[in-house]
């Protein structure tokens, strides 16, 4: 079985550029996730979807970040304009969630952003 | 605000020694623990974990103790491999909150051969 796929793995940009980053999760899972790990850090949440619903965006710097998880299964996370300070790996997770219990988070490898 | 803080960045052990990895957390809703290993240029790996209702899980060389009244827990690998090397996150997630993981720094283990 597939795991969770991440694409591109590595990204350069400048500064001000847009940049965008895809996550097709493990297939059945309704769940996905959106972390972003800073160096030296561990996985931070930005955003978590049930099917196409965005359940918890709390973490997400909503001026320039955005994501869309259409039709409930693939995603994408867009940063616009990106900064010097976005520079981390962002992470997808995908989880079959059944509820009130905990429900495994399953990564991908993701993608490392360098902003120039 | 650290809420799970893993204040040892690295460790060091002998193969076929134990290695003892160590994790606080600060808020007490916390009621679910988990340990995530993660490789380089991977992403992080589901290991162990134990519910606020037990003070021990055990699966094969790895055990995780959780002490409440301290808001503590460790994993321990008995008997450590070089395989075992790598980054090992501490996460917490709170009642309620069953799917929010809040994540520790890590520890880099490395075992020496």
């Known amino acids: 079985e597939a795991g969770v796929v991440q694409s591109p793995r590595y990204k350069i940009i400048e500064k001000k550029q847009p940049v965008a980053f895809w996550c097709n999760p493990i297939?059945?899972?309704?769940?996905l996730y959106w972390y972003l790990q800073n160096l030296g850090q561990g996985p931070e949440l930005l955003i978590r979807?049930?099917?196409?619903?965005?359940?918890?965006d709390s973490q997400l710097p909503k001026d320039r970040f955005s994501a869309e998880r259409l039709k409930g299964v693939d995603s994408t996370l867009k940063i616009q304009p990106a900064e010097l300070g976005d520079s981390a790996v962002y992470l997808c997770a995908s989880s079959l969630s059944v509820g009130g219990t905990y429900n495994e988070q399953f990564f991908g490898p993701g993608t490392r952003l360098t902003v120039l | 605000d650290q809420q799970v803080k893993q204040n040892s960045p690295s460790l060091s052990v002998q193969e076929g020694r134990i290695s003892i990895l160590n994790c606080d957390y600060t808020?007490?809703?916390?009621?679910?623990f988990l340990w995530y290993k993660k490789y380089p240029a991977e992403g992080p790996t589901f290991l162990i974990s134990?519910?606020?209702?037990?003070d021990k899980n055990e699966d094969g060389r790895f055990t995780v103790f959780l002490n409440k009244s301290a808001k503590h827990l460790s994993l321990h690998i008995v008997p450590s491999q070089p395989g075992d090397s790598a980054v090992y996150f501490c996460a917490a997630s709170a009642w309620g909150a069953t799917n929010k993981l809040i994540f520790g720094t890590g520890t880099l283990l490395a075992v020496q051969p």
């Open positions: 134990i519910s606020s209702i037990k």
């Open positions: 808020n007490s809703m916390f009621d679910y």
């Open positions: 979807y049930e099917n196409e619903e965005a359940v918890d």
């Open positions: 297939s059945g899972h309704n769940t």
